[in-house]
DNA sequence: TCAATATCTCAAGAGAAGTTGAAATATGAA
DNA sequence: TTCATATTTCAACTTCTCTTGAGATATTGA
């Protein structure tokens, strides 16, 4: 993960279409889901859908994979988590305050428990 | 933090010169920098620099604080960190591959050890 | 081959983002 | 007040992003 990299990540998730595809998509877990479902589930176009997935595939934060007429799409988990590493690390240096806030369970924002 | 704050941090880092901003203030650590100096080490003009420290601030990535003449920017390093917290956990689910990337030392990203 | 299904690509338009240079504002010193 | 310093705001421009609808491509089955 390079800072390139990183702006096109941080821009793919930075946009609420995209961002719904990525919940969506991690709902799916590794398997993934088909296109049709993906776009039918945020309320997106097909081609509305295919512009902003092909924003994210090209981010590398899915993947695609064909399976007879469907197109099965999947979040590619240890790109986000390199994401976020490269965020955390190289650009905030490994502050322990943001490192806090991830490490274990949101423990600095205050979003939940155990 | 909401999924629009969200969107606008992840849009405020999604930008080389916006990212330069942030990585130089991390260094300047929580006393900040003025305004001039952090403009002069990215290579932007004041107009330029004042744009994007703005978009910075808006988002609530930076705090500033105006010392006599000079304005001093700061990283709000828990914003920041809130930030990462929720992509991780309300957009990946705090699924544990994405977490083991940032839990430890970047542990996925396969950047550095301790 | 033909039709149906699932998805992508293209072109056009609206709107947002980024850059530039000039002018405005705020502060402090002579 | 006048000047110098530090920073922001504004207007004009270019470029990028997003949306829409129409048409193209790929796959399967009759």
Redesign the pocket.
């Known amino acids: 993960m390079n800072e390139s990299q990183a702006i096109l990540g941080l821009?793919a998730l930075?946009?609420?279409?995209?961002l719904a595809i990525v919940r969506f998509l991690v709902k799916a877990g590794r398997k993934g889901a088909?296109?049709?479902?993906v776009?039918d589930a945020v309320g997106?176009?097909?081609?509305?859908?295919?512009?902003?997935?092909?924003?994210l595939e090209r981010a590398g934060l899915v993947k695609?994979e064909?399976r007879?007429?469907?197109?099965?799409y999947s979040v590619d988990f240890a790109h986000i988590g390199a994401l976020l590493a490269f965020v955390m690390e190289d650009c905030c240096g490994g502050d322990p305050q943001v490192r806090a806030c991830c490490g274990t369970k949101s423990a600095a924002s205050g979003l939940d428990g155990e």
């Open positions: 821009a930075a946009q609420e279409t995209r088909p296109a049709g479902m776009a997106a176009s097909s081609s509305r859908f295919s512009f902003h997935i092909g924003h695609a064909r007879s007429r469907q197109i099965l």
